[in-house]
């Protein structure tokens, strides 16, 4: 079965513009998870959805960083006013919500230049 | 608030040798824990898990990890390496089994493996 898939794979941006971030969960998952590698660290936290809702943001590190998940399958992170300390690997999630294992998408290399 | 410690960033092996990567975990409660492995390019692929009973526990690729709550320690272990080991291992601490609970995650120990 298809994992987890996000696109683009790469994105190069300039400071200052919008981005758009999209994550295709495992079917049937209804949790749905936001990640950011910097280089060099582990993924940090940024949002959480059960469903519909957000359950947890307290990761997005400020007001230019959304997201939506307005199906309950694929989400959207969205990025205003890029800054060049956004540049990361954005990695998306998903569970059963019911086990605690989290499966992983390849990821999405966000360069702000 | 949890946190993870792999006091280890990069760790040197022969191939056919043995391994430990170390974690550290600091959680209140009984923690869930995680052994994820990162190749290049490559998403976070879950090698193990710790939700409770036995506290040796058995991935995939033939490694293990041990729970040690008086250490607070979950470290990895391989008994013999082979070279398409070579990745970045990160340990993480979930706060439930609920799959609701957001993951936090170590630094990473990254892996070099010699012929």
């Known amino acids: 079965g298809a994992g987890v898939s996000q696109t683009p794979s790469n994105k190069v941006t300039e400071k200052g513009k919008y981005v758009e971030l999209r994550c295709d969960p495992i079917?049937?998952?209804?949790?749905l998870y936001w990640y950011r590698q910097s280089l060099g660290q582990g993924p940090e936290f940024l949002i959480y959805?059960?469903?519909?809702?957000?359950?947890?943001d307290s990761g997005l590190p400020n007001d230019r960083f959304f997201a939506v998940r307005p199906e309950g399958s694929v989400s959207t992170l969205k990025i205003q006013r890029t800054e060049r300390g956004d540049s990361a690997v954005y990695l998306c999630a998903s569970s059963t919500g019911t086990e605690a294992e989290q499966y992983f998408g390849p990821g999405t290399r966000l360069t702000v230049t | 608030a949890q946190s993870v410690t792999q006091p280890d960033i990069h760790i040197t092996v022969s191939e056919g040798a043995s391994l430990e990567l170390r974690c550290n975990y600091s959680?209140?409660?009984?923690?869930?824990l995680f052994w994820y492995v990162q190749s290049p390019g490559q998403g976070l692929q879950l090698l193990l898990k710790?939700?409770?009973?036995?506290?040796l526990v058995q991935g995939i690729k033939g490694f293990e990890a041990e729970f040690k709550r008086s250490q607070s320690s979950f470290n990895l272990r391989k008994p013999s390496v082979h070279w398409s080991d070579a990745a970045e291992y990160f340990c993480?601490?979930?706060?439930?089994?609920?799959?609701?609970?957001?993951?936090?995650f170590g630094t990473g120990t990254r892996l070099t493996i010699i012929p």
């Open positions: 993480a601490v979930g706060a439930s089994n609920f799959g609701n609970e957001k993951l936090t």
């Open positions: 959680y209140g409660a009984t923690p869930y």
């Open positions: 959805f059960q469903g519909t809702g957000a359950a947890d």
């Open positions: 079917s049937g998952h209804t949790a």
């Open positions: 710790y939700f409770s009973g036995d506290t």
